[in-house]
């Protein structure tokens, strides 16, 4: 038949049958269905190019659609068939794209990139990306749904509502995040490619002064932090690698440390010949049931840095300006070149791998300068320990010829 107001009014489900399908005599594949409740949709059948089965596609109910839109609406359809589409597909392949959220896609990110970040850079991006408010808005969408404009709104309600630092933070993450995606053939494209760059955090230039460095020691208490504070002015090493020390990774009748290259930020295994200043901290450190030196919980480490800062910094009272934790480092880096210890030898002390270890010549020199990073460091404690207790110090600049 050919489907009018009249004929389509008309059509009834044959006896015996719950579903029936009426066909269209003057344009092939469209058509009617009937269904046992009495609904009556309008379909259209096609055979997608290449493909041997037929797919259906519902246009909607009768007495939603008149015969001649529901017709115009199937001549569309079979056209686009006609060029090499295949409606059906498309939509049930949007549908699918659509039901990977940005939630479970960032859920399905964190969980891949786990065995491989630090587990301070995990932390940052699951705030970042899932358990903070900045991309929140974006986490029932389906991630092939974002779009620039997306990103850019919530980078610019980030910097309104927190600072340009921390949105230049969490577009790092995010971008980072749409390029897993993309390797993993989810998105074709990352939409924050083109958003404006918020300011960076400028990099710190701050050292402690000679006086101030032996004023943060004499205030340091006999605790966990006040010795993790120390051994960080003696090794230069970063907060995380020394709050997180195990008994398992040092050797004390050898008298090193081997830092593995899971807890350090260039994930390169580090062994580190302890001064006996350092030593002699770590062994006043009260044994427990646990591998970790530090902390309150066996399974982390040290972890309050922020609370017992402030608790120092109200001891200091005021008579050292104010610094960070990781200014030690930087600190610690300048007072060793001070005292005339070679540039590249204070980069292997701190577990650099820039300067003269960049490029070609770190392709070629692969030494660790163990011996030179040994003695640099009893030099350095050395030099601590004068300026401690308020003694000239005998570590003298070395000579350059």
């Known amino acids: 038949m050919r489907f009018d107001a009249r004929t389509v009014a008309g059509l009834k489900l044959p006896a015996g049958k719950d579903d029936h399908l009426e066909w269209d005599d003057d344009l092939a594949g469209f058509g009617v269905r009937v269904r046992s409740s ?3 949709a309008w ?7 290449g493909s041997r089965r037929t ?3 519902t246009l909607g109910a009768v007495e939603k659609l008149t015969p001649v839109e529901a017709r115009d609406a199937a001549r569309k359809l079979l056209a686009r068939v006609a060029l090499g589409h295949d409606p059906q597909g498309e939509k049930e392949a949007k549908r699918a794209r659509s039901a990977r959220t940005f939630r479970s896609a960032v859920e399905a990110y964190l969980a891949a990139k786990q065995p491989e970040l630090r587990p301070v850079s995990h932390r940052v991006n699951k705030l970042y990306l899932l358990a903070g408010p900045y991309f929140r808005p974006l986490h029932p969408m389906g991630i092939n749904e974002i779009t620039h404009p997306d990103i850019a709104a919530r980078l610019s309600t980030i910097t309104r509502n927190h600072s340009s630092h921390t949105a230049a933070a969490a577009r790092r993450a995010v971008s980072a995040f749409f390029r897993w995606t993309m390797e993993e053939g989810w998105t074709t494209q990352n939409p924050v490619i083109g958003t404006r760059r918020p300011q960076e955090a400028k990099a710190r230039e701050h050292v402690l002064t000679d006086a101030e460095l032996a004023k943060v020691w004499n205030t340091c208490g006999d605790d966990d932090f006040g010795r993790i504070i120390r051994l960080l002015i003696l090794l230069g090493s970063r907060r995380q690698e020394v709050g997180g020390m195990r008994w398992s990774e ?8 081997t ?3 899971e807890r350090s930020k260039n994930h390169r295994e580090r062994k580190i010949a302890l001064p006996a200043a350092a030593l002699a901290i770590i062994n006043a450190v009260p044994r427990m049931n646990r591998d970790h030196l530090f902390g309150d919980r066996a399974e982390s480490g040290f972890t309050s840095f922020s609370h017992s800062k402030v608790d120092l ?3 200091l009272a005021g008579k050292v300006k104010p610094w960070r934790v990781h200014d030690l480092r930087r600190t610690t880096a300048t007072g060793m070149a001070d005292i005339g210890i070679e540039p590249h030898v204070v980069e292997a002390a701190l577990n650099h791998f820039s300067g003269h270890r960049r490029g070609v010549a770190g392709v070629y020199n692969r030494s660790s300068y163990d011996r030179a990073v040994a003695a640099a460091l009893v030099r350095w404690s050395e030099h601590v320990f004068a300026l401690v207790e308020g003694r000239s110090s005998k570590v003298v600049p070395m000579q350059r010829a």
């Open 250 to 257: 040092l050797d004390l009748d050898g008298g090193t440390w």
């Open 313 to 315: 910094d109200r001891r």
């Open 38 to 40: 009495g609904r009556k």
């Open 43 to 49: 379909i259209v059948q096609y055979r997608p190019p």
């Open 259 to 261: 830092l593995p290259a």
């Open 55 to 57: 797919r259906r596609v």
